[in-house]
Structures are given as C-alpha cells and as structure tokens.
C-alpha cells in the first residue's frame, strides 16, 4: 500500500517510508538467518547398559558464538524414545549459553535416537523465525529385562516308572540326595548295596541335578520372529513375550557357564553364534533389544535353513506363538541329529490370534517333544516352572527337578 501510495502521490516521504520497510525487513531476514549460524549444541550423555524400565542423564549446552545477543531461542529435541518430550525457551547474550538436564525413561525395548534439536530463533520483531536442526547425534539401545527362571530346566528329570531313553549320562550331581525302589530301566551303577542288603530289595540312588555337570554345552534360542504368526499389542503381544523369555533363558544358561547361540529373523536376520561369558550374553540382548516380528521368513523354514548349526548333543529351544502347526518336521530333522528339542508355545488365543496353545501342544507332545505354554498375562517364570503333561495321556513324575 505504501508503495501504491508514493507512486500515486510522488511524496517523498512516502518513498522514503517504504525505502526504510524494505530495508529493515532486509536487515531482519539476515539477522535471523546470521544468528542460527552462531548457535552449536553439544549433548552429554551418562553412559552405561540400559534396560526397560531404566532412566539415563541427558545434558544439553546450547551456545551463541556470536556478538549479537537472541532475545528468544526455542528448542525441541527430535527424538523417537516413547513418552519422551524435551522442550526449552531461553534469551542467549552475545557469546554466552544455556544449559540443562534431562532424565527420559526407557520405557521399551529398542533403539532410539537422542541429541537431534530443532533449534528456533528470530529476529527482533519476530517477523522472519528460522529453525535449523542441531545434531549431537546418539543413539540409545534399551535392552530387555532378563527375569529369573529359577525352576526351568531343559533336561526333564527321570522318575520311577518312566522307560524313557536317558538324557544325558552325567546329568546326575555328584551326591545321592534319595533312595527308591529299583525299576526296570535303572542302571545297575545306581543300585544302593548296603540298603540292599539290608532290605533285602534292590534299591537305587537318586540324585539331584548339579546345573554345573550336565553333559549339555551349548544351547541355542530360535525366535518365530514372522510377521504372519505375531499376535497381540505392545507389552502384551507375542512378540515382547518371546523376547523377554529367550533374554530369560540366555541370562540362566550364560551364568551356569553354557555356550548360548541365538537365531531370530524378522525384517533383517539376528544371529548370535554359540558364545559363552558376559560379552555374549550382551550380545544376544542387543540382537533382541532390535528385533522385531516383522519377517516374512516362517519358523520351519528358519529352522531348516539353519539346522546345520546344531551340533549333535546340543539344546535347541523353539519360542514361537501357536498359530503355526507346521513345525513338527522341522522339528523332527532336528532331533534325528541328536538334538534334544524343547518347544515354548506362546497361546496365540490368549493374545487375540486363532489357535489355542493346547491343539498345537497336543500334537508336538505326541511327538514327543517337550513343550511349555505361556500366556497373555500369565507370569512367565511361574509358566516355565513344569513343563505342559496332555490331558489325554497319563504321566507318572511330571515335577521337574528345581535347579
């Protein structure tokens, strides 16, 4: 409208109204653009594992390098860590900064990225806002939390009665904890001579298990990590429940001095070679901290594309929902190999899927594989304390030892 009006009327005054607009809004647009330049951000981080559930300290140091003093500076933090929102305003005076601290939680497994701000000054009439983003880039892996399985074993304990074949022969501690009656299918190494001779009835040793000397040296944890089989939201989805008992596992293996190998495959494959120590274990919580049920790669054929990493006399545990029914060949070639095979089937029913854990465990268990059943909203040390025994088929001794 001024210029309108100075070149209609020819005043000069109006020119020279419309000459010093044009000009302030020029010297506002480079203040603006001049001033983002003279800002650096730096970000401090506390280091350290993190596990869900843990907070961490982040520190932040926003500097003006410049002579010109910002009046007011926005900055937000771009980052994708849930349930976390980093906000501040502050003025900056020529060559000075402003620090804070933040502490987000870690509230899911998986990485995340911290330290990217979106940095916003302007000038001084607030007419021309810029924003750039700063990056001190760094980027935060939350581990699953390993809970304690106190009672869980691989190695099913033989009670009187059972004419199974025999695990593994140094599965026995190295002390008699009890006596009983002799059966068919005990080894006479085992017979207790002097209460033999004393009863007049041959009786035999029986003893505890010692996790130290079982024959078993390596055991390997196969996630069905398909998108097709997944079931459930958040917390409360198949997918967080595999993770957090295969990190479960690999914690009580690892601590009994096992060698511990890890195979998933979702979006990209995570294998974790058989590894003993805590650097493995680290290891493997990594690859399940960035895991995700989203492949396209279904369990059985995991499972066959990788079965020559199984050596003979190893454990393979198969965590996988059970909508898939298809596993007992792969299975099969397995344990042909001398693998001893131990299924735990989350129930995709409980988790909103199609098929009750028990049809697939009816017809695994037949099989004979050893199967356990977890589901939605059960506590999964207290699932993985016995092992699933079909209604159908009577069993004599189904406690499990408790190492």
């Known amino acids: 409208m001024i210029l309108a009006l100075s070149m209609a009327g020819g005043f000069t005054v109006f020119w020279r109204f419309f000459v010093f607009l044009v000009v302030l809004l020029v010297l506002s647009r480079a203040w603006s653009r ?21 907070s961490f300290e982040e520190e ?19 980052s994708d860590l849930p349930g976390y ?8 005076a020529s060559r000075g900064s402003h620090r804070w601290q933040t502490h987000p939680r870690c509230v899911r497994r998986g990485q995340y990225r911290v ?21 001190d880039l760094h980027d935060v892996v939350v581990y699953p939390v390993p809970l304690e399985l106190p009672f869980f074993q691989v190695i099913p304990r033989q009670e009187q009665g059972q004419n199974l074949r025999r695990w593994f022969a140094s599965e026995n501690g190295p002390s008699a904890a009890r006596v009983r009656e002799y059966v068919s299918g005990d080894s006479l190494r085992r017979i207790h001579w002097q209460t033999t001779a004393h009863t007049g009835r041959l009786v035999v040793k029986e003893f505890d298990p010692d996790r130290l000397r079982f024959a078993f040296k390596e055991i390997w944890f196969v996630l069905d990590m398909a998108a097709a089989t997944r079931a459930g939201e958040g917390d409360n989805s198949t997918e967080e429940y595999s993770v957090t008992i295969a990190a479960s596992l690999a914690k009580k293996y690892v601590d009994g001095e096992k060698r511990v190998g890890l195979i998933a495959s979702g979006e990209r494959p995570h294998i974790c070679l058989a590894g003993s ?19 396209k790669v279904p369990i059985d054929d995991l499972l066959t594309f990788q079965s020559e990493r199984f050596a003979a006399g190893s454990v393979v545990v198969i965590i996988m929902p059970s909508d898939n ?75 499990l030892s408790r190492v």
């Open 34 to 54: 001049w001033s983002i330049r003279g800002i650096t951000v730096q970000v401090k981080k506390s280091s350290g594992r993190r596990y869900a559930g843990d």
């Open 115 to 135: 330290g990217v701000l979106a940095v916003k000054v302007t000038d001084p009439l607030g007419l021309f806002p810029t924003v750039d983003r700063l990056s």
């Open 85 to 92: 929102q980093n906000r501040a305003s502050f003025n900056l």
């Open 325 to 399: 029914g298809n596993i007992a060949p792969a299975l099969r070639q397995a344990l042909n190999k001398g693998v001893t095979v131990i299924v735990v089937l989350l129930d995709s029913l409980s988790f909103g899927g199609r098929t009750a854990a028990a049809d697939t465990a009816r017809s695994l268990s037949s099989a004979g594989f050893h199967v356990y059943i977890v589901k939605c909203g059960q506590q999964i040390p207290a699932a993985l304390d016995s092992r699933w025994l079909s209604p159908t088929v009577p069993y004599v001794g189904a406690q």
């Open 60 to 78: 932040f140091i926003v500097s003006n390098k410049s002579r010109m003093p910002l009046p007011l500076v926005e900055v937000q933090e771009d």
């Open 277 to 295: 120590g805590n650097r493995q274990l680290q290891s493997v919580l990594r690859a399940l901290a960035l895991t995700k049920a989203d492949g």
